[in-house]
């Protein structure tokens, strides 16, 4: 058999079919090492779905002035964080990279200024859920960084330019969490499933009801949504990568919810597939 002959069959395994989007709310870079319901989320998440040709991720932490994508051959694993134990910092997601699905995004992206970027690599917004869905690492990724210059509805709009690449495999996936307070967290309840302050509760109600029904705006315009939303937002890092989720849903699309659920009084892991 030819190297062409592999590379026939490889490409016949290949999906053709149009992916859904995903956003995980990734909590603590400890789920990367732990077993809980979360994690057990995110595996079943990805057993539901096709397999994709190549992941595109949008993570909370890589926050830019300007848009950047990822365009090494093999992007190395971050372990952007301190203060956890050694074992999480030896976790490598060796995933390689997709030189030219990150020219595809930025031709997709025009006119909108998007860099390649070679000296990045995979966060631990990437790697921490990828490493449950997909632990063998075969699949290509590439990271769209997160330019926090432009208010929510360019964001939202940005995504919907990335539609394309659904119809190839790929799967879009945004991580970060709806409602991320780190300076309000309750340290007793920080595993205890659905602990949560009062003004989390009623975040959660509105933001769950406004995506299942489709109030997308309300969403976008989170700024002037009450006193709960500037709780669980008080910072948009890990809250646009749900708003470029949500830029991608088709009118026709299914939208469900899981993981669902608050811990550390002001944290919520909801997570949300479409299609």
């Given at each position: 058999?030819?190297?062409?002959?592999?590379?026939n069959?490889?490409?016949?395994?290949k999906t053709?079919q149009?992916?859904?989007?995903?956003?995980?709310?990734?909590?603590?870079p400890?789920n990367a090492?732990?077993e809980?319901?979360?994690?057990?989320g995110?595996r079943?998440?990805?057993?539901k779905i096709?397999?994709?040709?190549?992941?595109l991720?949008?993570?909370?932490?890589?926050?830019?002035?300007?848009?950047?994508?990822?365009?090494m051959?093999?992007?190395?694993?971050?372990h952007?964080?301190?203060g956890f134990?050694?074992t999480?910092f030896?976790?490598?997601?060796?995933?390689?990279?997709?030189?030219e699905?990150?020219?595809?995004?930025?031709?997709?992206?025009?006119?909108?200024?998007?860099?390649?970027?070679?000296?990045?690599?995979?966060?631990?917004?990437?790697?921490?859920?990828?490493?449950h869905?997909?632990?063998?690492?075969?699949?290509?990724?590439?990271?769209?960084?997160?330019d926090y210059?432009k208010?929510?509805q360019?964001?939202?709009?940005l995504a919907?330019?990335?539609?394309?690449?659904?119809?190839?495999g790929?799967?879009?996936?945004?991580?970060?969490?709806?409602?991320?307070n780190l300076?309000m967290i309750?340290?007793?309840?920080?595993?205890?499933?659905?602990?949560?302050?009062?003004?989390?509760?009623?975040?959660r109600?509105?933001?769950n009801?406004w995506?299942?029904?489709?109030n997308f705006?309300n969403?976008?315009?989170?700024?002037?949504?009450?006193?709960?939303?500037?709780?669980?937002?008080p910072?948009p890092?890990?809250?646009?990568p749900?708003?470029?989720?949500?830029?991608l849903?088709n009118?026709?699309e299914?939208?469900t919810?899981?993981?669902?659920a608050?811990?550390?009084?002001?944290?919520?892991m909801?997570?949300?597939?479409?299609?």
């Open positions: 058999m030819t190297l062409n002959d592999l590379q069959i490889s490409e016949q395994f053709t149009r992916m859904p989007v995903l956003f995980l709310g990734h909590g603590s400890m090492i732990e809980n319901l979360f994690v057990q995110f079943m998440a990805a057993q096709p397999k994709p040709n190549a992941i991720c949008i993570s909370a932490h890589w926050f830019t002035d300007g848009t950047f994508v990822t365009a051959n093999m992007p190395k694993t971050i952007d964080f301190y134990p050694k999480l030896e976790v490598e997601y060796p995933a390689p990279g997709d030189p699905l990150a020219k595809e995004t930025l031709e997709l992206l025009q006119p909108i200024l998007v860099e390649e970027d070679h000296s990045w690599g995979l966060d631990h917004g990437t790697w921490s859920v990828l490493k869905m997909y632990p063998n690492a075969d699949i290509p990724v590439i990271q769209l960084s997160i210059t208010p929510p360019y964001h939202f709009e919907t330019r990335l539609n394309k690449l659904r119809e190839k790929i799967l879009i996936l945004g991580s970060g969490n709806i409602i991320h300076r309750d340290w007793k309840n920080i595993n205890t499933v659905g602990a949560g302050w009062d003004w989390a509760v009623e975040a109600e509105k933001t009801n995506i299942l029904d489709g705006q969403i976008i315009d989170y700024q002037n949504q009450g006193i709960s939303l500037q709780y669980a937002v910072t890092d890990h809250f646009l749900l708003i470029y989720t949500l830029g849903k009118k026709s299914d939208l919810l899981f993981n669902d608050l811990i550390g009084g002001s944290l919520s909801t997570s949300v597939r479409i299609g």
